[in-house]
């Protein structure tokens, strides 16, 4: 499937979505590592391809340290960290604004919980016309069969689902 898809880097955005504490722990110690891990991986190549890299972190109420972004996770200064109360990254966030000012189309999604934000992203995005990549190893849920059928039969249908592997072979 890779070598079907067509990318235009100045107007392609990744997307990282829940990757704290809370959604993490949910999911095995090694399981969260190799995530974690794949995840820098693609964050680095996309920087040094120049495509914007935008946190999504959701808060529903007080912080506190279970609702933190995992230190794990590299984040340069400058990248937006955008706060969301909700599932999904666009209903109370700024996030589309910010896309379009960027002149944003493709997005990248990457998230910790596919039946959750990942889901939500995918629906809300398409919806509005963005075209969609999603990072099958780059997403997680603690419901195995859940993430399988979505990557497998529902998210098909609206986005290419590949590996971390070949984003990178994309890009460069």
């Given at each position: 499937?890779?070598?079907?898809?067509?990318?235009?880097?100045?107007?392609?955005?990744v997307?990282?979505?829940?990757?704290?504490?809370?959604?993490?722990?949910?999911?095995?110690?090694?399981?969260?590592?190799?995530?974690?891990?794949?995840?820098?991986?693609?964050?680095?190549?996309?920087?040094?391809?120049k495509?914007?890299?935008?946190?999504?972190?959701?808060?529903?109420?007080?912080?506190?340290?279970?609702?933190?972004?995992?230190?794990?996770?590299?984040?340069?200064?400058?990248?937006?960290?955008?706060?969301?109360?909700?599932?999904?990254?666009?209903?109370?966030?700024?996030?589309?604004?910010?896309?379009?000012?960027?002149?944003?189309?493709?997005?990248v999604?990457?998230?910790?919980?596919?039946?959750?934000?990942?889901?939500?992203?995918?629906?809300?995005?398409?919806?509005?016309?963005?075209?969609?990549?999603?990072?099958?190893?780059?997403?997680?849920?603690?419901?195995?069969?859940?993430?399988?059928?979505?990557?497998?039969?529902?998210?098909?249908?609206?986005?290419?689902?590949?590996?971390?592997?070949?984003?990178?072979?994309?890009?460069?």
């Amino acid at each position: 499937m890779a070598e079907q898809i067509s990318l235009n880097k100045k107007t392609t955005a990744v997307i990282i979505m829940d990757f704290q504490y809370r959604q993490l722990n949910t999911l095995p110690g090694e399981v969260q590592n190799d995530i974690i891990a794949r995840a820098n991986k693609v964050l680095a190549a996309a920087r040094n391809n120049k495509i914007p890299v935008i946190h999504i972190e959701v808060q529903r109420g007080e912080r506190i340290p279970e609702t933190a972004m995992h230190p794990g996770i590299i984040i340069q200064p400058g990248e937006p960290i955008l706060t969301k109360h909700r599932t999904g990254p666009f209903s109370t966030t700024n996030l589309d604004e910010i896309l379009k000012r960027q002149g944003v189309k493709t997005l990248v999604l990457l998230g910790i919980r596919t039946s959750g934000c990942v889901l939500s992203a995918v629906r809300w995005a398409a919806d509005i016309d963005y075209s969609l990549i999603i990072l099958s190893d780059c997403c997680a849920d603690p419901e195995e069969d859940v993430h399988c059928i979505l990557m497998e039969k529902i998210f098909p249908r609206q986005a290419s689902v590949i590996t971390a592997r070949e984003f990178l072979k994309i890009i460069g």
